[in-house]
């Protein structure tokens, strides 16, 4: 069996360094668009609702 057979297991390869903006605390603390505004990198699932899967680059 490859090692990525499901869309969740490569996305979690391919974020594993990043932070899950929709579970970290900090992250909701901070909020998405003030991070942003600071310069801070965001990655979007593009299958995703607006909402979900959002990951900070910038820890």
């Not at 499901?6 to 605390?25: F, K, M, N, V, Y």
């Not at 505004?37 to 990951?55: I, K, N, P, T, Y």
Request: glycine share 6%; aromatic share 8%; proline share 7%.
């Amino acid at each position: 069996m490859p090692p990525y057979s499901s869309p969740d297991a490569l996305r979690d390869h391919l974020t594993q360094e990043e932070i899950d903006a929709g579970r970290d605390p900090v992250a909701r603390f901070v909020r998405l668009d003030v991070y942003e505004q600071a310069g801070g990198s965001v990655r979007r699932d593009l299958f995703a609702d607006e909402q979900s899967s959002v990951f900070l680059a910038d820890a």
